[in-house]
């Protein structure tokens, strides 16, 4: 073929030995279907409803490109929409906001302004006080710190009865040791050491409450139910049935009555161990695996999760926090209270449900759980105050416990419908 042929040729530009038109050009953001001018034909192999002359670097009009599967985010939510300046910012506008969103945190939210507003109307010189709002908040710090583990393990779509008489037995292994070290007089290192076997003795439960059910595939109903006995059994053994004193003096003016700029050192660690536990819910790979498991066991386990392994986690984290609770209420009350903690496992469930957490699994937050325990604080508190009898307050957490569970089944029902 000669010079003059070579130019003819369809495929061919001024020189014979150019690269074909359909092969890969020097300039790689260079658009296969540009038209010789450098200008787009608008058309496009991925988008052929693309506009003529649309910018070739936008993003695709699928908003769900790029976003990984095991994320548990709604699927109306862009996170490249959120400013990236701010990282709180981005964090409630991508995570937090799309989840209180899908549960009913806002309704009892609501409900729990309705009831303070209600109160302070009715009782406007005792109730709407930094004194009685102070000793609500100190009331709830123990149950909310249960409620925070008991969400991660209710969005696992799992049960824990135990965590009352855990907090029990740890309260006891706590003042067992702190007493055998030094006594009532003893000095921050027997407290510690006290602190730590509290914290082992709830690990220890909770990891072993997850092995049967991991492992040994028996119902969490089941093992959590014997659990609540044995535990607390074998804390009535180790005490004989009374209740242990002797509590470091310094341990209980400090933590269990101090305060620090005016705020109870229980609300304080309270407050800290809910914000670490909505920081990790909310964007960690373990609270991304927890609503994964929560959501569809299967489903994770072909994903790669390992589901056993995270649920042993899981219910050794609900242990651990029950521990710590039994710590600090040994420090509020410089006693273990073995007989003042029968309802503390089925308060921390109405709380973590009422915060809008599923029964179901794979859905709820750590601030709906934090909402769901002041319900029972200021409906107990104000009761009180206006002199009704308390078994009232048994009625009406009952009754809000129901209505959130309903909600959260027409809900479930309106996804399913779609």
Do not use: C
């Not at 109870?264 to 909310?282: H, M």
């Amino acid at each position: 073929m000669n010079r003059d042929d070579t130019a003819t040729t369809p495929n061919s530009q001024e020189h014979p030995d150019h690269p074909p038109r359909d092969e890969t050009p020097d300039n790689p953001h260079a658009r296969p279907d540009a038209k010789p001018d450098g200008r787009p034909d608008g058309k496009h192999e991925g988008n052929p409803d693309a506009k003529p002359g649309a910018n070739p670097d936008a993003r695709p009009a699928n908003p769900s490109d790029g976003r990984r599967a095991d994320h548990p985010e709604p699927p109306d939510v862009d996170p490249a929409s959120t400013p990236r300046s701010h990282a709180a910012v981005a964090f409630a506008r991508t995570v937090l906001w799309p989840r209180l969103a899908r549960t009913n945190t806002w309704w009892t939210f609501l409900v729990l302004m309705v009831l303070v507003t209600a109160f302070s109307i009715m009782r406007p010189s005792q109730f709407p006080t930094t004194f009685n709002l102070r000793n609500v908040a100190t009331d709830a710090a123990v149950l909310l710190i249960i409620g925070v583990g008991m969400t991660f393990v209710i969005i696992m779509a799992g049960i824990d009865l135990s965590v009352g008489s855990v907090l029990v037995f740890a309260g006891v292994a706590a003042a067992k040791t702190m007493t055998a070290v030094s006594g009532p007089d003893a000095g921050w290192g027997a407290i510690l050491l006290g602190v730590l076997a509290g914290l082992a003795a709830g690990a220890a439960w909770g990891a072993f409450n997850g092995f049967l059910i991991a492992k040994a595939r028996v119902p969490a109903l089941i093992v959590t139910l014997g659990s609540l006995g044995m535990a607390l059994g074998l804390a009535q053994v180790m005490t004989e049935g009374q209740d242990v004193r002797g509590v470091p003096t310094r341990f209980t003016d400090t933590i269990g009555n101090g305060r620090i700029l005016g705020v109870p050192w229980l609300v304080v660690i309270a407050l800290l161990v809910t914000a670490v536990g909505a920081l990790v819910l909310g964007t960690t790979r373990f609270g991304r695996r927890t609503y994964a498991v929560g959501s569809n066991a299967e489903a994770a386990r072909r994903a790669g999760i390992p589901v056993d392994r995270h649920m042993i986690a899981v219910y050794a984290l609900s242990g651990t926090l029950a521990g710590l609770a039994g710590v600090l209420s040994l420090a509020r009350f410089t006693t273990t209270t073995i007989g003042g903690h029968a309802n503390d496992s089925l308060g921390a469930i109405a709380a973590v449900v009422l915060g809008g957490t599923s029964l179901f699994g794979g859905i709820g937050t750590v601030v709906g759980t934090l909402i769901g325990v002041f319900i029972p604080a200021i409906l107990q508190n104000g009761f009180v105050i206006l002199g009704v009898q308390p078994f009232w307050q048994s009625v009406a957490v009952g009754a809000v416990l129901i209505a959130a569970v309903y909600a959260d089944q027409l809900r479930r029902r309106g996804r399913q419908r779609r």
